[in-house]
């Protein structure tokens, strides 16, 4: 799907890698020469994230002392990982909804329109289908942004990785200066055989802790 340009939706839970395999489809894509840029839409509320996404004008709001291009403007002609997206309050999924079909923004205090050319790659830890049928996700968002659809797997259900997975950690957590680390095979069974609750995430942390 790299060579397309359309919206992915990337679905599953936390630390999956959702965010490697959206840098990983920008990074193949045609798109590739241009920004790759992440926000995580859980960790601002509605005018942060709004001036962070769109941009602003000066004195907008107090404190806004200069001109500010938002990471629409800034991912121009690359590619823009909106993380979390299923966090987004009701009013920001309607103005990014409205971005997203007419490929304008206007600035936070602003009234001039820019164009914008990004491909928007979305991920989130929930079923944003059930979040659309419980009404806490706008359903016309929902088919804007699930275009291409990919869910990661926890890694409990891909247990065969995890051994690469291992291998791959200690080799990384290693550092110069220090001796290679190997891993017996009762341990390593033992490992596969964990659940991993934080997936990835969680077994990069717990090797990095036994190197």
Known sequence: IAGSDANVLIQGESGTGKGLVARRIHEASLRRRGPFLVINCSGFQ?????SELFGHEKGAFTGATNVKQGLFEVAEGGTLLLDEVGEMSPAMQAKLLQVLDTRELR????????RVDVRIVAATNKDLSQEVQAGRFREDLYYRL??????LPAL????????L???????RFGGAGYAAKTISAEASQLLVE?????????????????V
């Not at 509605?46 to 709004?50: A, C, F, G, T, V």
């Not at 997975?165 to 080799?171: A, G, K, S, T």
């Open 165 to 171: 997975l291992i291998e791959h950690f200690l080799n």
């Open 156 to 163: 409990r259900e891909r247990r065969e990785d995890i051994p």
């Open 146 to 151: 699930n275009v291409v659809s990919l869910t």
């Open 107 to 114: 600035r936070v205090g602003g009234t001039r329109m820019h």
């Open 194 to 210: 964990y659940p991993w609750p934080g997936n990835v995430r969680e077994l990069a942390n717990a090797n990095e802790r036994l």
């Open 46 to 50: 509605d005018p942060l994230l709004e």
